[in-house]
């Protein structure tokens, strides 16, 4: 059922911070690690990306549901988000092509969301304080006790999220007689970059989070595709093992994301905990190698540090100009590389679409 606009809800921060507001979608309870998100549209493809698991999502744009869910509109199948904060939900649509309600759609998914929050002073506030965890209910009134729940949560640090949002069995996609095989190692990974990848001839192999390398290197694959997802990167000892043996076996990779940390880590260089993430439709990044600048889309709460003591073969190619957090890599000594942001962004921004074509001159170059 739906749930009334004027049904109370409540948002506590592992902080202490509490916030009221009213209820959105299903009656209950919810927790995760609260992050915010900069876009401005794409509500939709934001919510079924695998990379938000685990995650409260805080919308900054004013209004939220006024143009209604399509059913195409996904980059999964599932609502992967844990609870939804906005300003202003918006329960009638406009859109004709629209198939449902934001409301009703949230309802149908079983997520927790709240409404009628001062996002703006909320969002201020992880920006000071940094990425923490967060309780909304709609169900549970004593705050003592929502307090409880959101301080015996497990953080984000050290949370290995990825096996849970893969595919649990290999699968194909694409014309099998396609120019270039591609094994996309699925950690959670939007559907499209298979997309911008079959749009390019390429037959695609989608291999679960904990494949085997022997396995996916016995599939033939002209290229490895390293997704994006949630969670801790280095925490992911069993990808990282796979990552480091793809690489060294000299097949070309490309990693996006959880993708871009992996690579990262199975080269040698490190990840962190950033404070509070970039997760947006509108940051800016420069590439190193052109001098361009590019607007890209971001979703991630950990970074690489780059160390210049590996300079004779990791490359930096991409940085953020935000606060100069790396953004992409290169291996000089393997046909290797890997960005932080989403070049198949969805809806947009396209200006980092080259980078797929890019992979395939790489595996045309490597063939030859």
Known sequence: MT????????????????????????????????????????????????????????????????????????????????????KRFSYPYSRKQASQSLDEYFTEHHLVGIADIDTRQLVRHIRTSGAMNAVISSDIIDEQQLLEIVQSCPDMSGLELASKVSTNQFYSLGNEHGAFRVALLDFGSKKNIARCLVERDCFLGVFPAQSEAADIIAWKPDGIMLSNGPGDPAAMDYAISTVKSLVEASIPTFGICLGHQLLSLASGLETYKMHHGHRGCNHPVKNLITGRSEIT???????????????????????????????????????????????EANPGPHDSFYLFDEFIALMRQHKK
């Open 3 to 86: 749930v009334s606009v004027k049904t109370p809800a409540k948002l506590v921060l592992q902080d202490g911070t509490i916030f009221r507001g009213t209820a959105i979608g299903k009656i209950g309870t919810t927790t995760g690690e609260i992050a915010f998100n900069t876009g401005m549209t794409g509500y939709q493809e934001t919510f079924t990306d695998p990379s938000y698991s685990g995650q409260i999502l805080i919308m900054t744009n004013d209004h939220i549901g006024n143009y209604g869910v399509k059913q195409d509109e996904v980059e999964s199948d599932a609502i992967q988000i844990a609870g939804l904060v906005c």
């Open 297 to 343: 889309s971001q979703n991630h709460g950990f970074a690489v540090r780059y160390n210049e003591a590996l300079a004779d073969r990791i490359k930096l190619t991409h940085i953020n100009l935000n606060d100069h957090t790396v953004e992409g890599i290169a291996r000089l000594d393997r046909p290797a590389f890997s960005v932080q942001h989403h070049p």
